[in-house]
């Protein structure tokens, strides 16, 4: 699955020229340039060069090449087509670029503080909402609310779900525990409110890339928690030989069975909330309209309940929490 940005252009350039000027082919006035015609033996570069090589009806310094362009960036950069590199453009990964995101979804229905409708879709792929939390059908779920996007082709995308993000709100910090070759578990860690929340997706995966923008802009990861602020990108271990999604998406809640796990997780949010949170003694609200948790719920609690939040609902391993 390409971007839809990504084009192809057959490229002309001078290789006597000390600057390689690429010019499109849908941009050349073939008819009337000096290059490809005779003429060329005008131009200084090639005049510098020919030495005692025969005349030829065209520059043969005149070479091209295809190249590949974004046509979502301002200022097109070409760069030689080379189909067995892998490619964010030329995969599905391009669904979490940047360039990508601002252009073809520019009101970011994905953003939690976004109006978002049931049914919504990013390119084809259907988002339903419970309990006023996004939920994309396409990503497979954590326990610890990690979600998993895992292309056909092994690649995979890892992020936050709207509920973690809605419930911290702001991120002060993130910093990134392991990337790089070699199977291994994704880890971020967070600051909250002044505590630390490490966050581990239970599985391993191979060429692990984190996100690092987010360490500059930490508010994209509660702000697009599906799109800009994923966390990291990488390659199901099992892509060569085993049965696609065989490790990275063992065990995830995906289709359906989220929905209902995102309803459940909700009430006990909310069953947390009443069991072991004083009313504030400044009037704040933990409780919105409803019965729902307000957002930002982490920024109002002391250090001991927070403590006590992440290990109840973003801990990989707590032993209350289980998928039903
Ligand atoms: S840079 Fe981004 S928007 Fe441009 S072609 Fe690649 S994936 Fe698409």
Redo the contacts with the bound molecule.
């Keep these: 699955m ?6 192809e252009e057959n490229v002309k350039y001078c290789v006597a020229s000390a600057f390689r000027k690429m010019i499109p082919e849908s941009a050349r006035d073939a008819g009337h340039e000096r290059c490809s015609s005779a003429a060329y033996r005008d131009c200084p570069a090639a005049a510098a060069k020919v030495g005692g090589r025969p005349i030829a009806d065209r520059c043969p310094f005149l070479d091209d090449a295809d190249v ?6 301002p200022v097109a950069t070409y760069v030689p087509v080379n189909h067995s590199l892998p ?4 995969s599905a ?3 979490y ?5 601002a ?2 979804d520019p009101g970011g229905v994905h953003r939690t503080g976004s109006v978002v409708f049931p049914g919504s879709s990013r390119s084809g792929r259907r988002t339903v909402v419970v309990g006023g939390i996004p939920v994309p059908a396409y990503l497979s779920y954590a326990p610890n609310h990690m979600w998993l996007d895992r292309a056909g082709d092994g690649r995979c995308h890892v992020g936050i779900d709207a509920f973690l993000a809605e419930v911290v709100g702001r991120v002060d910090a993130i910093s990134f525990v392991r990337s790089g070759r070699g199977a291994a578990q994704p880890i971020a860690v967070f600051t909250v409110n002044g505590v630390e929340m490490h966050l581990v997706f239970p599985h391993e995966l191979e060429d692990v890339t984190a996100n690092t923008c987010l360490r500059a802009d930490p508010s994209r990861l509660t702000a697009d928690p599906y799109g800009a602020g994923w966390l990291f990108a990488g390659v199901d271990p099992t892509t060569n030989g085993a049965p696609p999604g065989a490790a990275a998406s063992a065990g995830l809640i995906a289709g359906e069975n989220a929905a209902r796990w995102f309803v459940a997780e909700g009430g006990r949010l909310r069953a947390f909330v009443q069991q072991r949170i004083e009313p504030p003694a400044d009037g704040a609200r933990v409780m919105a309209e409803g019965g729902r948790v307000a957002p930002g719920l982490a920024a109002r609690l002391e250090r001991d309940l927070l403590i006590a939040l992440f290990n109840e609902f973003f801990s990989p391993h707590p032993a209350s929490r289980r998928p039903s």
């Design positions: 390409s971007c839809p940005f990504l084009r590949e362009f974004c046509a979502a960036a490619s964010r453009c030329t990964g391009h669904l670029c940047d360039l990508y995101l252009t073809a």
